[in-house]
Protein backbone atom coordinates (compact mmCIF):
# COMPACT_ATOMS: atom_id res chain seq x y z
CA UNK A 1 0.00 0.00 0.00
CA UNK A 2 1.24 3.21 -0.81
CA UNK A 3 0.90 6.85 0.48
CA UNK A 4 0.23 10.41 -1.96
CA UNK A 5 3.81 12.10 -1.88
CA UNK A 6 4.15 15.50 0.61
CA UNK A 7 5.40 17.16 -3.34
CA UNK A 8 1.95 16.48 -4.86
CA UNK A 9 3.55 15.28 -8.11
CA UNK A 10 1.79 12.43 -9.04
CA UNK A 11 4.07 10.22 -7.42
CA UNK A 12 3.33 8.17 -4.43
CA UNK A 13 5.48 7.24 -1.69
CA UNK A 14 5.87 4.04 0.40
CA UNK A 15 3.37 3.61 3.29
CA UNK A 16 5.67 3.29 6.57
CA UNK A 17 2.88 1.04 8.01
CA UNK A 18 3.11 -1.46 5.05
CA UNK A 19 5.26 -4.92 5.72
CA UNK A 20 8.59 -4.90 3.97
CA UNK A 21 8.78 -5.49 0.07
CA UNK A 22 10.16 -8.74 -0.61
CA UNK A 23 13.38 -7.70 -2.37
CA UNK A 24 14.45 -9.17 -5.82
CA UNK A 25 18.13 -8.83 -8.01
CA UNK A 26 16.65 -9.67 -11.61
CA UNK A 27 20.16 -10.03 -13.59
CA UNK A 28 19.25 -9.52 -17.66
CA UNK A 29 21.86 -11.91 -19.61
CA UNK A 30 23.51 -9.86 -22.56
CA UNK A 31 22.11 -12.11 -25.01
CA UNK A 32 18.38 -11.85 -23.76
CA UNK A 33 18.91 -8.25 -24.67
CA UNK A 34 20.41 -8.96 -28.04
CA UNK A 35 19.66 -12.49 -29.65
CA UNK A 36 22.26 -14.89 -30.93
CA UNK A 37 23.13 -14.15 -34.67
CA UNK A 38 21.53 -10.80 -34.45
CA UNK A 39 23.14 -7.37 -35.89
CA UNK A 40 23.96 -5.19 -33.26
CA UNK A 41 21.46 -2.49 -34.58
CA UNK A 42 20.09 0.32 -31.73
CA UNK A 43 17.02 -1.01 -33.22
CA UNK A 44 17.28 -4.65 -32.36
CA UNK A 45 18.75 -4.09 -28.38
CA UNK A 46 15.38 -1.18 -27.97
CA UNK A 47 13.16 -3.88 -29.46
CA UNK A 48 14.45 -6.79 -27.35
CA UNK A 49 14.66 -4.16 -24.28
CA UNK A 50 11.12 -3.26 -24.84
CA UNK A 51 10.15 -7.20 -24.59
CA UNK A 52 12.69 -7.51 -21.18
CA UNK A 53 10.80 -4.84 -19.42
CA UNK A 54 7.57 -6.21 -20.50
CA UNK A 55 8.29 -9.27 -18.44
CA UNK A 56 10.05 -6.99 -15.78
CA UNK A 57 6.79 -5.19 -15.30
CA UNK A 58 5.10 -8.32 -14.63
CA UNK A 59 7.11 -8.66 -11.20
CA UNK A 60 7.23 -5.00 -10.20
CA UNK A 61 4.28 -4.52 -7.94
CA UNK A 62 5.12 -5.52 -4.38
CA UNK A 63 9.02 -6.26 -4.56
CA UNK A 64 11.79 -3.91 -4.43
CA UNK A 65 13.12 -4.67 -7.60
CA UNK A 66 16.72 -4.31 -8.80
CA UNK A 67 17.74 -4.85 -12.05
CA UNK A 68 21.34 -5.77 -13.57
CA UNK A 69 22.34 -6.49 -16.64
CA UNK A 70 24.92 -7.78 -19.25
CA UNK A 71 27.46 -5.78 -21.68
CA UNK A 72 29.30 -8.47 -23.46
CA UNK A 73 27.83 -7.84 -27.24
CA UNK A 74 27.70 -4.22 -26.49
CA UNK A 75 31.07 -3.36 -25.48
CA UNK A 76 32.69 -5.50 -27.93
CA UNK A 77 30.92 -3.52 -30.70
CA UNK A 78 32.05 -0.14 -28.92
CA UNK A 79 36.01 -1.57 -28.76
CA UNK A 80 35.24 -2.10 -32.74
CA UNK A 81 33.85 1.29 -33.36
CA UNK A 82 37.10 2.63 -31.79
CA UNK A 83 39.61 0.48 -33.32
CA UNK A 84 37.99 1.67 -36.62
CA UNK A 85 38.73 5.42 -35.83
CA UNK A 86 42.60 5.67 -36.27
CA UNK A 87 42.96 9.28 -35.17
CA UNK A 88 43.03 8.86 -31.30
CA UNK A 89 43.81 5.60 -29.31
CA UNK A 90 41.43 3.32 -28.67
CA UNK A 91 39.32 3.90 -25.12
CA UNK A 92 40.08 1.60 -22.25
CA UNK A 93 37.62 -1.31 -21.45
CA UNK A 94 36.54 0.45 -17.91
CA UNK A 95 35.39 3.37 -20.00
CA UNK A 96 33.88 1.44 -22.94
CA UNK A 97 32.00 -0.34 -19.87
CA UNK A 98 30.64 2.97 -18.26
CA UNK A 99 29.78 3.72 -21.90
CA UNK A 100 27.45 0.49 -21.92
CA UNK A 101 25.86 1.19 -18.60
CA UNK A 102 24.44 4.12 -20.15
CA UNK A 103 23.32 3.46 -22.66
CA UNK A 104 21.94 0.18 -21.97
CA UNK A 105 20.14 1.59 -18.41
CA UNK A 106 18.98 4.12 -20.43
CA UNK A 107 16.70 2.16 -22.83
CA UNK A 108 15.92 -0.20 -19.61
CA UNK A 109 14.85 2.86 -17.86
CA UNK A 110 13.11 4.50 -20.48
CA UNK A 111 11.03 0.89 -21.33
CA UNK A 112 10.35 0.29 -17.72
CA UNK A 113 8.77 4.07 -16.71
CA UNK A 114 7.02 3.28 -19.93
CA UNK A 115 5.52 0.12 -18.46
CA UNK A 116 5.04 1.01 -14.83
CA UNK A 117 3.77 4.55 -15.05
CA UNK A 118 4.52 8.16 -13.24
CA UNK A 119 3.60 6.26 -10.10
CA UNK A 120 6.58 4.01 -9.56
CA UNK A 121 10.24 5.70 -9.91
CA UNK A 122 12.97 4.57 -12.04
CA UNK A 123 16.87 5.39 -11.63
CA UNK A 124 19.75 3.44 -13.31
CA UNK A 125 22.77 4.17 -11.38
CA UNK A 126 26.26 3.96 -12.74
CA UNK A 127 27.87 1.68 -10.67
CA UNK A 128 31.82 1.52 -10.13
CA UNK A 129 33.01 -2.32 -9.19
CA UNK A 130 36.71 -2.39 -7.29
CA UNK A 131 38.49 -5.65 -7.98
CA UNK A 132 42.00 -7.68 -7.07
CA UNK A 133 44.81 -6.06 -9.33
CA UNK A 134 46.30 -9.33 -8.78
CA UNK A 135 43.56 -11.24 -9.72
CA UNK A 136 44.75 -14.22 -11.67
CA UNK A 137 42.21 -13.53 -14.18
CA UNK A 138 43.73 -11.01 -15.64
CA UNK A 139 46.36 -13.43 -17.06
CA UNK A 140 43.28 -15.89 -18.60
CA UNK A 141 40.87 -13.77 -20.42
CA UNK A 142 37.51 -15.39 -20.41
CA UNK A 143 35.04 -13.46 -21.27
CA UNK A 144 33.52 -13.40 -24.70
CA UNK A 145 32.18 -9.61 -25.73
CA UNK A 146 31.68 -8.65 -29.43
CA UNK A 147 30.68 -10.43 -32.42
CA UNK A 148 31.57 -14.02 -33.73
CA UNK A 149 34.76 -14.29 -36.02
CA UNK A 150 35.83 -16.87 -38.70
CA UNK A 151 39.00 -18.11 -38.22
CA UNK A 152 40.71 -15.32 -40.65
CA UNK A 153 39.16 -12.55 -39.18
CA UNK A 154 40.60 -13.55 -35.48
CA UNK A 155 43.65 -14.16 -36.65
CA UNK A 156 43.68 -10.51 -38.30
CA UNK A 157 42.69 -8.93 -35.43
CA UNK A 158 44.64 -11.19 -33.27
CA UNK A 159 47.78 -10.17 -35.05
CA UNK A 160 46.77 -6.22 -35.51
CA UNK A 161 45.04 -5.54 -31.65
CA UNK A 162 46.86 -7.99 -29.62
CA UNK A 163 43.19 -9.54 -28.85
CA UNK A 164 42.67 -13.22 -27.53
CA UNK A 165 39.92 -15.52 -29.15
CA UNK A 166 38.52 -18.53 -27.73
CA UNK A 167 36.17 -21.19 -29.93
CA UNK A 168 32.31 -20.51 -30.19
CA UNK A 169 30.69 -23.44 -32.06
CA UNK A 170 32.21 -23.10 -35.73
CA UNK A 171 33.78 -19.42 -35.26
CA UNK A 172 35.29 -17.57 -32.56
CA UNK A 173 34.84 -14.53 -30.30
CA UNK A 174 36.81 -12.48 -28.27
CA UNK A 175 37.77 -13.10 -25.07
CA UNK A 176 38.70 -10.11 -22.10
CA UNK A 177 40.12 -10.78 -18.54
CA UNK A 178 37.04 -11.09 -15.94
CA UNK A 179 38.11 -10.13 -12.63
CA UNK A 180 35.88 -11.48 -9.29
CA UNK A 181 34.36 -8.16 -7.59
CA UNK A 182 35.39 -7.27 -4.30
CA UNK A 183 32.86 -4.37 -3.69
CA UNK A 184 30.22 -2.72 -5.29
CA UNK A 185 30.98 1.24 -4.47
CA UNK A 186 27.35 2.34 -4.65
CA UNK A 187 25.60 -0.23 -2.95
CA UNK A 188 24.37 2.43 0.06
CA UNK A 189 23.13 4.22 -2.84
CA UNK A 190 21.06 1.64 -4.24
CA UNK A 191 20.29 0.68 -1.17
CA UNK A 192 18.25 4.08 -0.19
CA UNK A 193 16.71 4.17 -3.43
CA UNK A 194 15.15 1.55 -2.93
CA UNK A 195 13.78 2.68 0.27
CA UNK A 196 12.32 5.30 -1.55
CA UNK A 197 10.25 2.47 -3.80
CA UNK A 198 12.13 3.69 -6.61
CA UNK A 199 12.84 0.36 -9.49
CA UNK A 200 16.88 1.03 -9.63
CA UNK A 201 19.02 -0.54 -12.55
CA UNK A 202 22.67 -0.85 -11.69
CA UNK A 203 25.68 -2.99 -11.79
CA UNK A 204 25.27 -3.43 -15.53
CA UNK A 205 28.01 -4.83 -17.37
CA UNK A 206 29.16 -6.20 -14.01
CA UNK A 207 29.84 -2.25 -12.84
CA UNK A 208 33.08 -0.17 -14.38
CA UNK A 209 36.38 -2.33 -13.17
CA UNK A 210 38.60 -0.54 -11.33
CA UNK A 211 41.61 -1.62 -8.61
CA UNK A 212 43.06 0.56 -6.21
CA UNK A 213 47.10 1.41 -6.08
CA UNK A 214 49.32 1.54 -3.27
CA UNK A 215 47.91 4.96 -2.04
CA UNK A 216 44.45 4.34 -2.03
CA UNK A 217 44.22 5.70 -5.98
CA UNK A 218 41.12 3.88 -7.60
CA UNK A 219 41.93 3.49 -11.23
CA UNK A 220 40.35 1.71 -14.34
CA UNK A 221 41.31 -1.95 -15.29
CA UNK A 222 40.96 -3.54 -18.86
CA UNK A 223 38.67 -5.86 -17.90
CA UNK A 224 34.69 -6.63 -17.63
CA UNK A 225 33.59 -7.73 -14.84
CA UNK A 226 30.99 -10.96 -14.71
CA UNK A 227 27.86 -9.50 -14.15
CA UNK A 228 26.28 -12.74 -12.89
CA UNK A 229 28.92 -12.22 -9.94
CA UNK A 230 28.31 -8.72 -9.40
CA UNK A 231 24.71 -9.40 -9.67
CA UNK A 232 25.47 -11.55 -6.30
CA UNK A 233 27.83 -9.86 -4.47
CA UNK A 234 25.15 -7.09 -5.19
CA UNK A 235 22.27 -9.10 -3.86
CA UNK A 236 24.37 -10.09 -0.73
CA UNK A 237 24.55 -6.76 -0.02
CA UNK A 238 21.50 -5.07 -0.45
CA UNK A 239 20.14 -8.16 1.63
CA UNK A 240 18.04 -9.49 -1.38
CA UNK A 241 15.28 -12.38 -0.46
CA UNK A 242 16.08 -13.99 -4.04
CA UNK A 243 18.50 -13.58 -6.53
CA UNK A 244 17.05 -14.27 -10.66
CA UNK A 245 19.75 -14.91 -13.44
CA UNK A 246 17.25 -14.45 -16.08
CA UNK A 247 18.70 -15.59 -19.51
CA UNK A 248 17.43 -17.55 -22.87
CA UNK A 249 17.62 -21.40 -21.63
CA UNK A 250 15.31 -22.77 -19.24
CA UNK A 251 17.95 -22.72 -16.70
CA UNK A 252 21.21 -24.99 -16.45
CA UNK A 253 21.46 -28.47 -18.23
CA UNK A 254 22.91 -31.87 -17.06
CA UNK A 255 24.15 -33.07 -21.07
CA UNK A 256 23.35 -29.98 -22.67
CA UNK A 257 23.20 -29.78 -26.39
CA UNK A 258 23.13 -33.87 -26.12
CA UNK A 259 19.61 -36.03 -26.88
CA UNK A 260 19.33 -37.05 -23.05
CA UNK A 261 20.02 -33.03 -21.77
CA UNK A 262 18.18 -32.66 -18.57
CA UNK A 263 17.35 -29.69 -16.99
CA UNK A 264 18.20 -29.19 -13.18
CA UNK A 265 15.15 -28.45 -11.11
CA UNK A 266 16.70 -28.31 -7.93
CA UNK A 267 20.26 -28.31 -6.48
CA UNK A 268 22.14 -27.85 -3.17
CA UNK A 269 25.20 -25.62 -4.23
CA UNK A 270 27.62 -27.95 -2.85
CA UNK A 271 26.27 -31.05 -4.91
CA UNK A 272 25.82 -29.06 -7.86
CA UNK A 273 29.36 -27.53 -7.96
CA UNK A 274 31.14 -30.59 -6.43
CA UNK A 275 29.89 -33.28 -9.09
CA UNK A 276 28.77 -31.21 -12.01
CA UNK A 277 30.83 -27.99 -12.16
CA UNK A 278 33.23 -28.68 -15.23
CA UNK A 279 30.06 -29.78 -17.79
CA UNK A 280 28.59 -26.08 -17.24
CA UNK A 281 30.77 -23.46 -20.26
CA UNK A 282 32.99 -20.77 -18.79
CA UNK A 283 32.00 -17.51 -19.58
CA UNK A 284 28.66 -18.68 -19.88
CA UNK A 285 27.07 -20.57 -17.68
CA UNK A 286 29.19 -21.50 -15.16
CA UNK A 287 29.56 -17.89 -14.03
CA UNK A 288 25.76 -17.83 -13.86
CA UNK A 289 25.82 -21.22 -11.40
CA UNK A 290 28.57 -20.08 -9.66
CA UNK A 291 26.86 -16.67 -8.52
CA UNK A 292 23.88 -18.99 -7.34
CA UNK A 293 25.83 -21.50 -5.23
CA UNK A 294 27.68 -17.91 -3.94
CA UNK A 295 24.32 -16.16 -3.33
CA UNK A 296 22.79 -19.23 -1.93
CA UNK A 297 25.65 -20.54 0.81
CA UNK A 298 26.20 -16.92 1.70
CA UNK A 299 22.64 -15.86 2.73
CA UNK A 300 20.89 -18.96 2.98
CA UNK A 301 18.26 -17.78 0.05
CA UNK A 302 17.47 -18.92 -3.36
CA UNK A 303 18.67 -17.97 -6.46
CA UNK A 304 17.27 -19.17 -9.82
CA UNK A 305 18.58 -19.37 -13.18
CA UNK A 306 16.31 -19.43 -16.12
CA UNK A 307 14.15 -17.90 -19.11
CA UNK A 308 13.47 -14.32 -19.05
CA UNK A 309 10.12 -14.99 -20.31
CA UNK A 310 9.01 -17.69 -17.87
CA UNK A 311 9.90 -14.43 -15.23
CA UNK A 312 6.75 -14.77 -12.81
CA UNK A 313 7.30 -18.61 -12.65
CA UNK A 314 10.76 -17.97 -11.81
CA UNK A 315 10.19 -15.35 -9.09
CA UNK A 316 7.30 -17.69 -7.65
CA UNK A 317 9.97 -21.05 -7.50
CA UNK A 318 7.93 -22.80 -10.54
CA UNK A 319 10.17 -22.60 -13.02
CA UNK A 320 14.32 -22.23 -13.73
CA UNK A 321 16.87 -24.15 -11.65
CA UNK A 322 16.59 -23.15 -8.08
CA UNK A 323 19.62 -23.40 -6.07
CA UNK A 324 19.57 -23.90 -2.54
CA UNK A 325 20.68 -25.05 0.65
CA UNK A 326 17.33 -26.76 1.36
CA UNK A 327 17.70 -28.87 -1.68
CA UNK A 328 18.71 -32.48 -1.05
CA UNK A 329 21.29 -33.08 -4.08
CA UNK A 330 20.71 -32.70 -7.34
CA UNK A 331 16.94 -32.87 -8.72
CA UNK A 332 16.62 -33.07 -12.55
CA UNK A 333 13.16 -32.41 -14.00
CA UNK A 334 11.34 -33.65 -11.00
CA UNK A 335 13.78 -37.18 -10.46
CA UNK A 336 16.44 -36.88 -7.47
CA UNK A 337 19.73 -38.05 -9.42
CA UNK A 338 22.00 -40.21 -8.61
CA UNK A 339 23.48 -41.09 -12.05
CA UNK A 340 23.27 -37.59 -14.23
CA UNK A 341 20.23 -39.08 -16.69
CA UNK A 342 16.93 -39.45 -17.36
CA UNK A 343 14.93 -39.72 -20.57
CA UNK A 344 13.32 -36.20 -20.96
CA UNK A 345 15.04 -33.16 -23.23
CA UNK A 346 14.60 -30.03 -24.34
CA UNK A 347 15.72 -28.55 -26.97
CA UNK A 348 16.93 -24.77 -25.82
CA UNK A 349 20.51 -22.72 -26.67
CA UNK A 350 22.44 -21.76 -24.10
CA UNK A 351 23.61 -18.29 -24.15
CA UNK A 352 26.65 -17.47 -24.09
Known amino acids: MTTPDASDDGRTAPDPGAPPARRVVVALGGNALLRRGEALTYENQRANVAVACAQLAK ?8 VSHGNGPQIGLLALEGAAYEAVP ?3 LDVLGAETQGMVGYLIERELRNRLGPTRPVATVLTITEVD ?7 APSKPIGPLYSDEEAAEAARERGWSFVRDGERLRRVVPSPAPRRLLEADQIGALLATG ?7 GGGVPTARGADGTLTGVEAVVDKDQASALLARNL ?11 AGAFLGFGTADQQLIARAHPDALLTRYGPQFA ?24 GALDDIEALVDGTAGTRVSIGASGVTTDGT ?17
Do not use: H, Q, W
Open 336 to 352: TDGTGRDTSTTGTTEEN
Open 198 to 204: CVVVCAG
Open 133 to 139: PSDPAFD
Open 59 to 66: IAAGVDLI
Open 90 to 92: PYP
Open 282 to 305: AGSMLPKVTAACDFARATGREAVI
Open 239 to 249: DADLLVMATDT
